[in-house]
């Protein structure tokens, strides 16, 4: 379907919001909106980083999820114990496909689960004294960590568990650092707080404590931040920033190291990927270090040659001209990318649902195949994200913040696009539609999809799923004619 009109969009809106009581409607026409690339901020437009309300459908995750889940969870060498019953741990361990190299229970420990497992008796009479004795056992047991993180699920932050002291106490004796991150899953309104806590005890308890201390330093070194290398994202991405003759000192959080992060504060810029997640410590290392920031994009040839012409703008010509070298390298491999693919996927149009980045980020990769985005959102944007949605987006387009499950099935229904990019929780609701959709949190198993060699695979991937015949086989609810019954079954009924 094509993209619709400014005045049939705000109908869609409001045809939407009808359902709802008149409180609930009030609420949530406050988070759809009308894209106006007119708009320079969007908090006049769209409303988002409010509370879900209660007794809709969220597909957000929590502070935990946040901290957890993205930020730690990925440092390959550091063990991360989550502190409280252990299903939280189990549902966090090794869903996101952060790719890492090492031998997983040696040095490197991203996919397993350390849990403090607590049980009745620990909520009623605490779990400092179990927590220490879960630090012990695994200096004992996997002497190669390089250090432990805490992450508190919700009945902590509710019983009152002192893990900062636990920790410090542990950390003096092993000579190990031990972190204690505040996450509990019921703080802020989605995963969003638990990347700035995340953020914050990498300042407190990491960045610090390396001050002062050095590193042979070049005029190159760049650091790669926010990248969670799912499916191999930052390897791809890495590949092109070495190639143009930047020297990646630190690459966090996906196959990162607590070294890497150390040596972070050394670093001539960071090369930020998922804004959402780590401008907090990007802006913290530019206050404090000096460091500049710059937010990239490695999704697509248009977006990819655009980022990499920034990065070497802070450097001399000679990075300058090896960012035009990478460049001309990919472009005949980029150009027939395209033309494979582009005659296939011209005028198809996608929306989005994705959290971090992606809504945005990935518009421009879509463009470059031919197809055009008409609805993109976030799952726990800030208005700053939206900020830099509304330039990418066309006018007229739909815009959806914290989209209620009801909301996205009936704006999907009625603007019937070719692709849906969303997570799992999505993913068979609209493929039972028959509607293609692509996992677009870790790219459905695939990827990488980051940097030249990602779009190939993405090309295909997108192509791979409009494809496939099995859609035609499948009526969407919109083109199901009501069954009538047939005549001699109305004959039985008189």
Not at 141 to 155: A, Y
Request: aromatic content about 10%; glycine content about 10%.
């Amino acid at each position: 379907m094509s993209e619709l009109t400014r005045e049939e969009t705000e109908a869609l809106i409001q045809e939407v919001l009808e359902v709802y009581p008149e409180k609930a409607r009030k609420d949530r026409a406050k988070h759809l909106a009308v894209n106006d690339q007119s708009i320079e901020q969007s908090k006049k437009c769209i409303t988002s980083n409010r509370k879900s309300l209660p007794g809709v459908m969220t597909v957000r995750g929590c502070a935990y999820a946040g901290s957890k889940g993205v930020v730690w969870g990925p440092i390959k060498d550091m063990i991360h114990v989550s502190h409280g019953p252990i299903g939280c741990g189990q549902y966090s361990r090794a869903g996101r496909r952060n790719y890492y190299v090492g031998t997983t229970g040696v040095d490197t420990f991203g996919t397993m689960n350390f849990t403090s497992d607590f049980q009745e008796k620990d909520i009623v009479f605490g779990g400092d004294k179990k927590l220490a004795k879960l630090v012990a056992e695994i200096e004992q047991l996997f002497p190669l960590h390089k250090g432990i993180s805490v992450q508190s699920e919700c009945p902590i932050g509710l019983i009152g568990d002192d893990i900062e002291a636990v920790s410090k106490k542990a950390a003096k004796e092993m000579n190990k650092p031990i972190v204690p991150v505040r996450c509990e899953g019921f703080r802020g309104v989605s995963q969003s707080l638990g990347h700035h806590i995340a953020n914050d005890s990498i300042r407190d308890w990491v960045l610090d404590k390396r001050d002062g201390q050095g590193f042979d330093a070049t005029p190159y070194d760049v650091s790669i931040i926010g990248d969670y290398n799912i499916g191999g994202d930052a390897w791809a991405s890495r590949i092109l920033i070495e190639e143009m003759g930047l020297r990646v000192v630190s690459q966090w959080s996906g196959d990162g190291t607590l070294a890497e992060i150390e040596k972070t504060p050394k670093v001539k810029l960071n090369l930020l990927h998922c804004y959402r997640s780590m401008n907090y410590i990007s802006r913290h290392m530019e206050e404090k270090y000096g460091i500049p920031w710059l937010e990239y994009n490695f999704f697509g040839p248009t977006k990819i040659a655009e980022s990499l012409r920034a990065i070497a703008a802070h450097f001399d010509d000679s990075i300058k001209e090896g960012a035009e070298r990478v460049i001309a390298k990919y472009q005949p491999m980029m150009d027939a990318v395209i033309a494979r693919y582009k005659p296939r996927l011209q005028g198809k149009t996608v929306m989005l649902y994705v959290g971090g980045l992606r809504p945005r980020h990935v518009i421009g990769a879509y463009e470059d195949l031919g197809m055009q985005v008409i609805g993109t959102g976030y799952e726990f944007a800030h208005n700053d994200d939206y900020d830099r949605t509304i330039k990418e987006m066309g006018n007229a387009t739909l815009l959806y913040d914290d989209a209620t499950g009801f909301e996205l099935e009936e704006f999907i229904k009625r603007m019937q696009p070719d692709l849906v990019g969303s997570g799992i929780k999505e993913k068979y609701v609209f493929q039972k539609m028959g509607i293609p959709l692509r996992q677009m949190h870790s790219w459905d198993y695939s990827g990488p999809y980051h940097g030249y060699d990602g779009f190939a695979i993405f090309a295909r991937d997108m192509d791979m799923a409009i494809s496939n015949p099995c859609w035609s086989k499948q009526t969407p609810p919109w083109k199901k004619r009501p069954e009538v019954p047939e005549a001699s079954e109305l004959k039985k009924v008189a």
